[in-house]
């Protein structure tokens, strides 16, 4: 009970056990996974036999329904995340496992659906990688969830889904995704319910696979649902979800308080990993004649990223002790993935900078990081709807 | 022991002992102490009575000591009372702070029980050099056994100083030489400041002996501690500003609807805090570990770093949130980013702090 920036040995370990993973087997397939676009499918079970075909190589965050939570099971996720994706931000996505599926189902799975979705397909030793996702976008409802259009309306013992998501990580690989859905418009978003799709479901379509800036090898499906027909029971939370007090939309959106600090660590991640190159090419590969004010400003750029990457893991463990000692952190959690994003960025470009010609060169990973990081201050809440939280919590609701 | 943001119960209740101290003593003082260009004496007594400021252990007489990180939560304490104050006073006793870390017995013995005076010793740390880049090495200020020459800048009370310590370098590290009674130095000249004038400072000229202090770890620390005032006297600065602007933009009206409903203000406010957390995590890592005897030069350039780039953006967002009421002094946000800037002059990230940071991850 007294302020203390050191980890205990259990992170410590988490963290070097997750430091050499990364660096000896994430980083090596970075470059050619960002050239290809994917990794080979071997690569792919290897990553799963790795990871024990589970949720992640890292204990889950929340096992819910009474399961115990571990005091030091945000730390966990936010120190392992960092060292993830300082190893490869893309590569990470291809572990095999449920994904944001299981934040979802967790929060408000029943305990069959929890079993039938997450430890009977991910818990078990297939030999196959098997993906779950999580779809909430749509062409039009970004930021503005409460403009989903998809709808589901029941048909006898099923539901029959309409709509288009978009930007699902895994979702043409998955085998089960998660999706929200307006089963009645006039309640808002309130009326939203969250459904299971399996895979194969009559109706569910893959769109096309997005071309990005970054992230490549990551999968990036749009899905169509075509009168998409699904089991009644896959709603999450089961019929009583859709009594007036049932899981709404809004407490299931809560499970994903506890991803931003894991987000925001990712990008810490990457920003340190482009810190780190651009230190070690200025310690070997800076030109002798290099100018003096050039060395100077290179100087004080590296001396910046550094403590900017810094004052972002404050930030980031800091969401993270909260929520590990159930200190509500709405606020502090959105002030880590608001900071860091952008401090990583910073760092990225900062790299390019340094490096110069060699920066932009794709014989180079820092030129990749850079287009990786910039979709952290996007996806999972844009930095912009992070400050509307964050002065929210500060200001009320003035409008 | 694991990691932990957890103030202890005795941490909580000095903060707020000092934030209740600051509103009801330090709010009021602050505009008069600015014009009269000095923190006045009663004002003076009544921060140095709460023993924050010049601790002094139980054996020389004084409430006894307490670590860094405690140090910076008083601190910001203050300066969210009014970083000019908090700078003089704070200024005024940390030469207690080094004494008490770094002096051999006989300086513990003869000079500490002053500051367990209920009457503040006028006293200086003087460390900052126009030309020197702020890192220890850097310094141009020389320390030949007990003789120092060199200029500073920013002493405070040199013109009636009973006890100053000067920062040099010697042939071997880092030195610090202490004076009694203000003779051994020039006063060069008072500093005539845009912010922070509640504590006059002067520029001063060592040439003469004085007496040692032991070099080594120790003093090291002390003197990194004596840095890292800089950065925790920025966070409670940053915060006045903060919270100023925050109350503002739900109270003052524009287009029909609180200010705080347009994002061009509230997206501000929320930078502004997260720099505030991001500077303060920065500060109490450091102090952590000054605490621990472990702080390099680097980690305090880092935390004054962020805290001052904090005191500097806070201020500035702190004026623009309130428009023309920010520029004009009804208000106080526009003294507290006169403070910042002045403040910044410290220990600039950009002129020197970040440089350093840079050359520690080389070693």
Redesign the interface.
């Known amino acids: ?8 040995e259990n ?1 410590a370990f988490v963290r070097d056990y997750v430091r050499a993973f990364a660096r000896d087997t994430l980083r090596p397939l970075a470059r050619e996974a960002d050239e290809k676009g994917k990794l080979p499918t071997e690569t792919i079970k290897q990553l799963g036999t790795f990871a024990g075909n589970r949720a992640s190589i890292m204990p889950e965050e929340n096992k819910g329904n009474g399961e115990k939570r571990s005091s ?1 099971a945000a ?1 966990m996720a936010v120190i392992g995340s960092e060292e993830l994706a300082w190893g490869d931000p893309a590569v990470v996505l291809n572990i095999p496992g449920p994904g944001l599926a299981a934040p979802s189902i967790r929060a408000a799975g029943t305990p069959e659906q929890q079993k039938r979705f997450l430890d009977d397909i991910f818990n078990v030793d297939s030999g196959e990688p098997r993906f779950g996702a999580l779809a909430v976008t749509e062409p039009q409802a970004g930021s503005d969830v409460s403009n989903v259009q998809t709808t589901a309306v029941q048909d006898g013992d099923e539901w029959v889904l309409n709509g288009t998501k978009m930007y699902c990580t895994n979702g043409a690989r998955a085998e089960i995704v998660v999706v929200n859905a307006t089963v009645d418009k006039s309640l808002g978003r309130q009326g939203q319910k969250f459904f299971v799709i399996e895979k194969g479901a009559p109706g569910f379509k893959v769109g096309k696979i997005e071309k990005k800036m970054g992230l490549t090898a990551s999968e990036t499906a749009e899905l169509i649902l075509d009168d998409c027909r699904i089991p009644f029971d896959n709603i999450l939370g089961g019929a009583e979800a859709l009594e007036p007090k049932g899981s709404g939309f809004k407490g299931t959106m809560k499970a994903f308080d506890s991803s931003r600090p894991s987000v925001a660590a990712m990008a810490l991640g990457i920003g340190r990993a482009a810190f780190e190159y651009a ?1 070690d090419w ?2 070997s590969e800076l030109p002798m004649n290099t100018s003096f004010p050039r060395k ?1 400003a ?7 990223m ?3 990457l ?3 893991r ?2 980031v ?2 969401a993270a ?2 929520a590990d ?1 159930k200190i509500p952190n709405s ?2 959690a959105s ?1 880590a993935k ?2 860091a994003p952008p401090a990583g960025l910073r760092a990225c470009i900062g790299a390019i900078q340094i490096m110069g010609p060699e920066g932009y060169s794709k014989e180079h990973l820092v030129e990749k990081w850079f287009r990786d990081i910039k979709v952290y201050d996007i996806f999972e809440g844009t930095g ?1 709807i ?3 939280v ?3 919590k ?3 609701r ?2 | ?8 119960e005795e ?1 909580e209740a000095l903060k707020a002992t000092l934030h209740e101290f600051s509103e009801d003593v330090l709010r009021p003082a602050a505009r008069p102490c600015e014009e009269a260009k000095e923190t006045s004496p009663d004002i003076h007594r009544q921060v140095h009575e709460l023993g924050v400021t010049a601790p002094v252990p139980e054996e020389f007489g004084g409430g006894g000591t307490f670590d860094c ?1 405690t140090y910076c939560v008083a601190a910001e304490e203050l300066a969210f009372g009014d970083p000019g104050i908090a700078y003089q006073v704070l200024g005024s006793g940390i030469a207690a702070i080094v004494l008490g870390l770094a002096g051999d017995d006989d300086h513990k013995a003869r000079l500490l029980p002053r500051f367990a005076e209920p009457e503040p010793v006028p006293s200086f740390v003087a460390y900052g050099e126009k030309v020197a880049l702020g890192d220890l090495e850097s310094l141009e200020t020389a320390i030949d056994a007990d003789k120092v020459r060199g200029e500073k800048y920013g002493v405070l009370n040199a013109s009636d100083a009973s006890l100053g310590i000067v920062v040099g370098r010697t042939p071997d590290g880092l030195g610090a030489i202490v004076f009694e009674g203000n003779d051994g130095y020039d006063v060069a000249k008072p500093e005539n400041k845009m912010g922070l004038e509640a504590a006059p400072t002067y520029a001063v000229r060592f040439d003469d002996a004085g007496e040692a202090l032991p070099a080594g770890p120790q003093l090291e620390q002390a003197i990194l501690w004596t840095k890292l005032m800089t950065g925790a006297i920025a966070v409670g600065c940053a915060r006045a500003s903060f919270e100023h602007a ?1 109350k503002y ?2 109270e003052r009206e524009a287009f029909g ?2 200010i ?2 347009f ?1 061009a203000i ?2 501000r ?3 502004m ?2 720099e505030i ?3 303060r ?2 500060v ?2 450091a ?3 000054i605490d621990r005897g472990e702080a390099t030069h680097a980690d305090v ?2 935390a004054n ?2 805290a001052l780039q904090a005191a500097s953006y806070c201020g500035d967002e702190g004026v623009q949130v309130l428009g023309g009421h920010g520029y004009i002094r009804d208000h106080p946000v526009e003294k507290w980013f006169r403070d910042a800037v002045t403040l910044s002059v410290f220990d600039p ?2 002129l020197g ?7 520690s ?2 070693a």
């Open positions: 009970m007294t302020v203390d920036f050191e980890i205990d992170l030091i730390m230190r200025v310690s100077a290179i100087e004080q750029k590296l001396g910046r550094k403590r900017e810094d004052a972002a404050g930030l463990w800091q002790w909260m000692n606020k502090e002030m608001a900071y912009q992070q400050r509307v964050i002065s929210r500060i200001l009320g003035l409008d | 022991m694991p990691f932990d943001l957890q103030l202890t941490q990180v925050a933009a739900t609807k609180p705080g409903a994002q509230s997206h406010i929320a930078d805090a997260i957390d991001a500077a995590l920065s109490w890592r102090a952590w570990k350039a880092q770093g962020q990230p950009e702090g970040d440089t350093f940071v840079a050359r991850v080389f």
